[in-house]
């Protein structure tokens, strides 16, 4: 037992709290780019305010603090502590050990720069090491190539294609359920990702 | 047009008072073997009053998402499960539950005629264009009568489950509009051209 190995702190990024006020200017200019809101899920893309914001983000430390079964964390540049995503665990299942996994890098300069893959594989290790889950699942439309690869790169599988299961730009996509567990994880090299790239 | 759409050859699908689904439902709770197949929530037991409110605040939605039917044998009319299909309107896909409570009617078809009675509602009425549903990899029986009703194996979530000490698989099957069109012998209608220009 080390009690001072890093559990928010990344070499890049560090996942961290909401800050309602802050937070909600610069996520607000995010969900006004369609293709951002479009590639994070299936959901009816829509721009939302600052004070739209504001109040998801009281609902979601309520919901983290009531129902227990959502874990949601920003991600911050360690050098300056800048907002630049979101992480999060939802719709956990406390019985059968699984959680669905989310993660979203808000302005396109910021992407491609590793700060999402170092935020997924603290958030894996959070659900494994701390929350003791079992299987992490997520969904990704077979448009969302970046998010497809992010998540294949730290060993997630496919699992299960719905055949044209989303409807967008007029035409049919179908959309991917990955899977990752928690004997492969700890089998897997992407364990130890932070600490070898430290 | 005319075609009573809610009427398989064996079962018809229907609207029940809640009072008596909800005691149905909650006799059906009781049988442990029925709610492992059923879902993947521990099975929990509740009073009739409250499943019946639960069925009162759910009919109450002006625009449903969810779809619940009952379902009634032909012959004997006798209530023996039901149905529940859960839309996502923006990309016509649906999720779809079934139950059959009563075991005297497990393995004779009633369930697979129930099922492709949904099917037509969720393509014919509903116009949707898939239909989903996930199955328990130890309940081949529900698997068969699936595949009989047309849906297609789409992959699996592996060890999702977590019962009995052991990690179960949950197969996930699909049916497209094209391939039930297809099996119903019905061909899709093409619009005659100049229909849709006149409309603007």
Redesign the interface.
Known sequence: MDIDKPLFAGSLICLAPIDREKDAEIESRWTHDAAYMRMLD???ARPLSPPQLKKRYEAIEKAMDKDKNLYYFTIRLREDDRLVGFARLHRI?W????ASIQLGIGDPADRRKGYGREALSLLLRYAFEELNL??L?VQIPEYNQPGLALFQEAGF???????????REAR?WDLL?L?L?KDEWSAGPHASLYEARN | MNTNIFLGSRVRLTAEDPAVLAEVFARWDRDAGFKRLLDDAPPMLWSVEKIKEWIDKDLKKENPRSFLFAVRTLEGDQLIGFLDLWVNWMHGDAWVGIGLGERDYWGNGFGTDAMQVMLRYAFMELNLHRVTLGVFDYNPRAQRSYAKAGFKPEGRLRRELHRQGQRRDILIMGILRSEWLEASHIEPVAVPAGVLEGEK
Request: net charge positive; no cysteine.
């Open positions: 299936t959901e009816p299942g019985t059968n050990g699984y079992y299987r699942a599988q496919i699992e299960v294609r719905r055949r044209e299961a989303v409807q049919r359920h899977a567990l």
